[in-house]
C-alpha cells in the first residue's frame, strides 16, 4: 500500500512535469461546448520548420484520362518530376496505378478511386434536379520518383491493363511552396487532455501526413489574396461546427494556396449551379505550388449559388459557399449519398452509404436511427436514417449520426484512429481494469499524445500502469 502510493505519487508526480494535468479520473462524455479556437496560418517554411507538414520528396506526377465507361484503354496526358508528397492510396479503390522497372515488374502500385458520377449542391426552392454525367475523366496522380522506374502502367484490381507508357518526356517542375498551412487543433486536444478524457493516437514515428487529414483550399478567379484569404479562413471555421469534424479537429490540417493560374472553372448552362473546374488543372496546381493534399477544395470568386464534387471539392464563395462546401465535402470524403429526392424508383438491395432502400429498421443503424425511417433518399422510395441534415439540406447544420460514423471510418483512415478511453467495465470510474481491458483490444502500440502532437506516455509504459492503479 504504502509503497504503491509512493510510486503512484511519483508518477503523477513526474506527469505533472511533462504539462500532462490529470483534473479528474472519471471518464465524462461532453459535448463539445464551443467552437474551438482557430490556429494560425504559417508560411510553408514555418509549417515545415515547426513539423506540422512532412518534408517533401522528389516525385512523379502522371496526368491520365478515362473514357465514360473506362474499360477502354486509358491517355496520359503528362508525366512531371516535382518535389511533393505521393498520393494517398483510396481506401476503396477500383484501379491501380504502377510503376514498372525495364522487366515488367511491379515496383510500386497505388490504388485510386475514379469518379462515377457528378454531384451538385442541393437544389434552391423550386429548382430542378438534371444530373450530369461526363464524357470523360481526368485522374493526377502523385508517385514517389523511384530510379529502377522505366514505365507508367494503370491496371484494374482484376489485373486488366488499362494502357502502360514509358517514363520519358516528364517536365522538371522547379521546387515550389507557394502555400500556407494552419497545423491541426492543439487548443482542441488540450481541450480533451484536460476534460479528463485520455486521447489516444498510433505510437511512433509516423509521418504527419499519417496523423493528419489533409484538407487543400485553392482559389479560382479571385483577383486578391485578400480576399481569398478571407474566404479559406471562413469555410474551415465552418468545417469544425460540424461533427466528426469538431471532435477531431486537431487531427484536420488545412493548407491554402493564393493561385492566379486559369482553373477551367465554369458554370454548366444546362445546369447553371453546377460548377464544374479542369480537375487536372486543380490538381496540377495544388503539386506545383508544393502542397500537401488528400482533398483539394476550390473556392471559385462568384456569388452565384454553385458547387460540386468530383475528385475535387467545388464551392461558390458567396454566403452559403461554406455550408456547399461542407455538403460536397461528405460526398468527397465521406462518399455519402444526396438524401434529397433526385431519382424516382432506385433499385432495392443493401444499404447505400447513408441511404437504405428497404423501409424498417436497419441493423446496421441501430443505435443510430430509429426504426420508423423517412422516405426518400436520392431516390424516391429509398429511406434515410434522420428527417435532416445536410446531406438533405444547408440549413441543417450537420450531419446524422450515421454519416458521421461513415465520414469518423474516413477520418481514421487517413489520419489514423483515436482511442478515447472509456468506462469498459462500466463501474462508473476509469482505472486500471478499463486500461488492461484496452490493451488486450488494441495492444501496446497506442500512445497518449502530447500537446506538441508527439507520444506523451506509451499505453504499456509501467508509469500509466501506477497511475490506473492508484489507491
Ligand atoms: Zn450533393
Not at 37 to 63: F, H, M, N, R, Y
Not at 157 to 169: A, D, I, Q, T
Not at 307 to 333: D, I, K, R
Amino acid at each position: 500500500m504504502g509503497l504503491s502510493l509512493v510510486v503512484a505519487a511519483t508518477a503523477l508526480l513526474a506527469m505533472l512535469a511533462w504539462g500532462y494535468r490529470v483534473t479528474d479520473r472519471r471518464i465524462r462524455s461532453r459535448p463539445l461546448e464551443e467552437a474551438p479556437a482557430a490556429e494560425s496560418w504559417l508560411t510553408a517554411d514555418e509549417a515545415l520548420q515547426a513539423e506540422k507538414v512532412d518534408t517533401p520528396q522528389g516525385v512523379i506526377e502522371a496526368t491520365l484520362v478515362y473514357g465514360p465507361k473506362h474499360q477502354d484503354p486509358w491517355r496520359l496526358a503528362g508525366l512531371r518530376r516535382l518535389q511533393g508528397y505521393p498520393t494517398f492510396p483510396a481506401k476503396d479503390g477500383s484501379h491501380l496505378v504502377l510503376l514498372l522497372d525495364a522487366s515488367g515488374a511491379k515496383l510500386y502500385g497505388l490504388k485510386v478511386g475514379i469518379v462515377e458520377a457528378i454531384l451538385d449542391p442541393p437544389p434552391l426552392e423550386g429548382e430542378t434536379i438534371v444530373p450530369y454525367n461526363p464524357s470523360e475523366g481526368r485522374l493526377v496522380v502523385v508517385l514517389p520518383d523511384l530510379t529502377q522506374a522505366t514505365e507508367v502502367a494503370v491496371e484494374t484490381m482484376s489485373g486488366e491493363s488499362r494502357g502502360r507508357w514509358p517514363l520519358e518526356k516528364v517536365a522538371v517542375v522547379e521546387p515550389a511552396k507557394d502555400f500556407e498551412t494552419k497545423g491541426a487543433n492543439q487548443v482542441r486536444l488540450e481541450q480533451l487532455l484536460r476534460s479528463g478524457e485520455v486521447v489516444l493516437a498510433p505510437a511512433g514515428a509516423l509521418p504527419v501526413a499519417e496523423q493528419t487529414v489533409d484538407l487543400t483550399f485553392i482559389g479560382a478567379g479571385y483577383d486578391t489574396d485578400q480576399q481569398f484569404q478571407s474566404d479559406s479562413q471562413r469555410f474551415s471555421n465552418e468545417l469544425v461546427k460540424y461533427e466528426p469534424f469538431a471532435s477531431r479537429s486537431y487531427q484536420l490540417v488545412f493548407h491554402r494556396i493564393n493561385n492566379q493560374i486559369d482553373l477551367g472553372c465554369q458554370y454548366l448552362p444546362a445546369n447553371p449551379r453546377l460548377i464544374l473546374c479542369d480537375e487536372a488543372k486543380v490538381w496540377q496546381a495544388v503539386n506545383s505550388a508544393g502542397a500537401p493534399a488528400d482533398v483539394v477544395v476550390v473556392i471559385v470568386n462568384n456569388p452565384n449559388y454553385g458547387g460540386s464534387a468530383t475528385s475535387v471539392v467545388t464551392a461558390y464563395n458567396g454566403q452559403q459557399g461554406p455550408a456547399v462546401f461542407v455538403h460536397e465535402l461528405g460526398h468527397v470524403l465521406g462518399h455519402l449519398v444526396d438524401e434529397y429526392v433526385i431519382f424516382g424508383q432506385g433499385p432495392l438491395g443493401g444499404i447505400q452509404r447513408n441511404c437504405s432502400p428497404q423501409p424498417g429498421p436497419v441493423a446496421a443503424w441501430e443505435g443510430l436511427a430509429g426504426s420508423d425511417l423517412p422516405q426518400g433518399c436520392l431516390y424516391q422510395n429509398w429511406y434515410r436514417s434522420t428527417a435532416s441534415s445536410i446531406m438533405r439540406e444547408l440549413k441543417a447544420v450537420y450531419f446524422n449520426p450515421v454519416s458521421q460514423r461513415i465520414l469518423e471510418g474516413e477520418i481514421n483512415y487517413y489520419a489514423r484512429p483515436a482511442i478515447t478511453m472509456v468506462d469498459l467495465d462500466h463501474d462508473g470510474d476509469m482505472d486500471f481494469i478499463d486500461w488492461r481491458l484496452m490493451l488486450n483490444h488494441f495492444g501496446t502500440e497506442y500512445c497518449l499524445m502530447s500537446v506538441a502532437g508527439g507520444c506523451l506516455v506509451d499505453l504499456n509504459d509501467w508509469r500509466l500502469m501506477w497511475w490506473f492503479w492508484g489507491e
